[in-house]
């Protein structure tokens, strides 16, 4: 009954799935690249990583260590006593652990090393960010998972500021002083990796639209096909029943069990797999006659969009809302910049209180109108 | 409603906006510090010239909160007020217990606006079994447009009930705004009671062409067919009754007489008390009872009797008088699909209704309990007794129908058959005070409970009770 025809929408939602997740990658590729050239060569760096990992790992066997010299020394021990327990716990664990003999220096001598370690700090947490970053963009563009975008949009807009407050090098960043018009804030790299984020976001939900509609369907489709397996077992050929009933092995009372199982009434065990399937076989049948698109609207193939469709309403609801926010945002560019040209006041200032006072007045409106009312 | 991800989202804008100024109190935060003799710079470089950020982080924030303020701009003027048309329809909307029902579920948009993101779920009582299909669907809408999706329902047990609401949840393409609305469309559906004892008698019927056969009949004189005896001529009888082979053997006339062919009036009663909800989910002793009530009506039916039935407790919940038509039938099981077990037990109720509503011989077979207070059960049959109906009783053994025996722990059991001990010896002294009055009473436990309705019909046939 139709499981050909489940099979292939399903295989149609899987390959539209993969098409959107093979183009979202592509962009994901862009915006990697650009996160990774907007900072300074050798900022981001494995090598910081493998830093990172030993710092965690000193720091562990130093906790582990001064718990246990704690518990190995009396409270009445001097601090030499306490000293040697000390070492003597590392030494142990190193040999345990299979430690060199750097690492066990490194340990003993944990505030040196710590100080020492903290300038590459810096980069061992950028470096740790990047990579979450970089993961987080994956899941997304594989599972769909909008989260994970808003997560690494959160991480992405804490690692730029920090990286530059501990390095003023580390990212590339136009000065606040060159930024007298648009095609100045326009041209910067920073401003580019900035719209193509925000385009990387805005894609990322709208692409996510296709497969959060399509994907419960298809898990749908996909119970369906199994219901419909299952009932086949109770479908019961013409040729089988007639065996059946000329069969000598039959009592005449089990035939006629088993023929009104057949036609709907069955007298064999109600909680019965074939009671159960031979009756809905025969009720399904039945309807049929009556509605041959009753199994369509069943499986809910009635009901799946058609893929243009989806595409014309995604591209429809998404090119509005993007050129609408850059317009938005080129004009609260566009009136301090007037206001400079004119002369009245410093640039800067009057750029950052008009667009200011432009989202405060957005962000109360949202306020007052929907979160408090909610 | 603004979603998880929405607030995330506005957070996030929100987040970028206040960095912004953030970092302009840095640079104002580390002048003050190296004015008092701390310089941030040494350890911060980048502290002095954040101020850099604040343009971009603005843009970015700007571009964020823009692109929600016209998601919000879109939801409010799209979402808060769907125009959607949303028809059910059931086939059939009659059923007897474990036959199946099919839902569709029409659903169109009347707005302008496309709806990005619909799910709509029919909600089921939990007396029906969603056994093909699903009774939800996530879609998308275009305007003017109509899906439909369906589903198969198994119906469990007896009663009546409603499907519905049904609850739309409009989403838009972002997930970040959310309508839920309940829609309250109700469609009713009666589910007759289980056929399927009807089913093996009437299969049992087929088989041995029929085990009630010649049971219609009275064991009196009359206009019938099957012999009956013979006597002498009398000058009233008509001559076409002379046996003339038999007259001429014995050489005198005589006549054939033939057993007469009477029907009954028979009420089937049944208890409907609070005491009658008792015993497993979706399979009560009223349910049980229901069962031996319609089995009961089916028989009559079948032997052109007259039936009737009366649903009672301190109120006559129901009461339809006997007839005998095929369209009665249906109203009896209606009847009988719609009953719900509520107040206490009165057969002094019942038997006044049947009394005064019919006032001809009439039997009544009662299904019951038996659990209310003795004296007003002694008092009821005397009553019906004195009126002229006579009464059969089908007293369901209540500890049977509210627990399993099978189930219990060796410890349970012991106490248990105490306990049932003890009821019989009760049930004892009331079929005692009952059987004074010729009424029969047949103690039924959950299996046998059919065949003591069949018992208590075929005695009642051959005895002639309530024979008109």
């Known amino acids: ?374 | 409603m603004l979603t998880n991800f929405g607030k995330a989202y506005l957070l996030t804008a929100i987040a970028c906006i206040l960095m912004s100024l953030a970092f302009y109190s840095m640079v104002e935060f580390n002048n003050i510090m190296k004015s008092i003799g701390v310089d941030l710079t040494t350890f911060a470089p980048g502290i002095s010239t954040m101020t850099n950020f604040s343009i971009p982080f603005l843009m970015f924030g700007t571009l964020m909160l823009t692109s929600f303020l016209i998601m919000y701009v879109h939801a409010k003027a799209f979402m808060e007020n769907p125009k959607l048309k949303i028809e059910r329809k059931i086939i059939p909307s009659r059923c007897f217990a474990g036959d199946y029902i099919l839902v569709s579920v029409r659903i169109t948009n009347l707005g302008r606006a496309r709806l990005d993101c619909v799910i709509i779920s029919d909600l089921v009582p939990d007396a029906f079994e969603i056994s093909f299909g699903e009774n939800f669907i996530m879609t998308s809408l275009p305007p003017k447009k109509t899906v439909e999706f369906s589903y198969i329902l198994r119906s469990l047990v007896r009663g009546e009930y409603k499907i519905g609401p049904i609850v739309a949840i409009i989403r838009d393409s972002a997930g970040f705004f959310l309508v839920r609305e309940q829609i309250d469309i109700f469609s009713e559906v009666v589910v007759y009671p289980l056929y399927e004892p009807v089913r093996r008698y009437l299969l049992l019927k087929k088989i041995q062409g029929g085990f009630l056969f010649g049971t219609h009949k009275i064991k009196q004189k009359g206009f019938g067919y099957d012999f009956w005896g013979l006597r002498e001529f009398l000058p009233s009888d008509p001559i076409k009754l002379i046996d003339w082979k038999a007259s001429a053997r014995l050489g005198k006339l005589l006549v054939k007489e033939f057993e007469a062919e009477k029907n009954i009036k028979l009420y089937i009663v049944v208890d409907c008390s609070r005491n009658m909800g008792g015993g497993f989910r979706f399979r009560t002793k009223l349910d049980y009872a229901i069962d031996g009530a319609l089995l009961l009506a089916h028989l009559a039916f079948r032997s052109r009797d007259l039936f009737g039935l009366v649903l009672f407790s301190d109120r006559i919940h129901r009461f339809i008088k006997a007839k005998r038509s095929r369209s009665h039938l249906l109203e009896v099981i209606d009847a009988l699909a719609r009953a719900r077990a509520s107040g206490l037990s009165s057969l002094m109720t019942a038997f006044q209704a049947i009394i005064k509503r019919d006032k001809r011989y009439s039997l009544a077979i009662v299904i019951t309990d038996l659990e209310a207070d003795p004296e007003t059960i002694e008092e009821a049959i005397k009553y019906a007794v004195a009126h002229k109906l006579h009464v059969i009783i089908i007293a369901c053994l209540t500890p049977l129908f509210v627990s399993d025996p099978a189930k219990m722990t060796d410890v349970e059991r012991a106490f248990f058959e105490a306990l049932y001990r003890d009821y019989l010896r009760k049930r004892v002294e009331i079929k005692q005070r009952i059987n004074k009055y010729g009424v029969m009473v047949f103690d039924v436990r959950p299996t046998d409970i059919i065949p003591a309705v069949l018992e208590a019909y075929i005695r009642a046939k051959h005895i002639g009770l309530g024979a008109m």
């Open chain 1, 1 to 374: 009954m139709m499981l050909g025809e489940i099979s292939k929408k399903i295989k149609e939602i899987k390959m539209v799935e993969t098409i959107i997740r093979f183009s979202m990658f592509f962009f994901y590729l862009i915006f990697i690249y650009m996160l990774f050239t907007l900072f300074k060569p050798d900022v981001i760096n494995i090598y910081y990583l493998y830093r990172l990992i030993l710092l965690i790992k000193y720091s562990i066997i130093f906790a582990i260590a001064v718990i246990i010299a704690i518990f190995i020394s009396p409270f009445y021990a001097s601090s030499a006593s306490m000293t040697i327990g000390f070492e003597a716990a590392i030494k142990t664990l190193a040999t345990i652990l299979l430690f060199s003999p750097q690492d066990v220096n490194n340990i003993i001598n944990f505030n040196n090393y710590l100080m020492s370690e903290f300038p590459y700090f810096i980069y061992e947490l950028i470096t740790t960010a990047f990579i979450l970053i970089c993961l987080l963009g994956f899941g997304s563009v594989f599972s769909g998972r909008y989260s994970y975008i808003l997560n690494m949009t959160i991480i992405l807009i804490l690692l730029l500021p920090f990286s530059y407050v501990f390095d003023a090098l580390a990212v590339e960043i136009p000065q606040i002083s060159q930024i007298s018009d648009i095609p100045r804030v326009i041209n910067s790299k920073f401003a580019i990796f900035l719209i193509i984020t925000f385009f990387f976001i805005e894609l990322s939900r709208a692409s996510g639209y296709v497969p959060n509609l399509l994907n419960p369907l298809k898990e749908r489709l996909i119970r369906i096909q199994q219901m419909l397996r299952m009932l086949a077992r109770g479908e019961v050929k013409e040729k089988a029943r007639v065996t059946l009933q000329t069969s000598e092995r039959l009592s005449r009372i089990s035939k006629v069990f088993l023929k009104d199982a057949y036609t709907s009434y069955a007298f064999i065990d109600r909680s019965s797999l074939m009671y159960i399937s031979s009756k809905l076989h025969a009720f399904i049948r039945d309807e049929l006659k009556k509605n041959p698109r009753l199994l369509d609207n069943v499986s809910g193939i009635a009901a799946l969009p058609s893929i243009s469709e989806i595409f014309v309403g995604f591209i429809k609801s998404l090119l509005p809302k993007v050129f609408l926010a850059i317009l938005l945002a080129l004009a609260s560019f566009s009136i301090p910049i007037f206001y400079q040209h004119i002369g009245i006041l410093e640039v800067i200032g009057i750029e950052f209180s008009v667009m200011l006072s432009l989202i405060l007045a957005m962000f109360l409106f949202i306020i007052v109108e929907y979160l408090l009312r909610s």
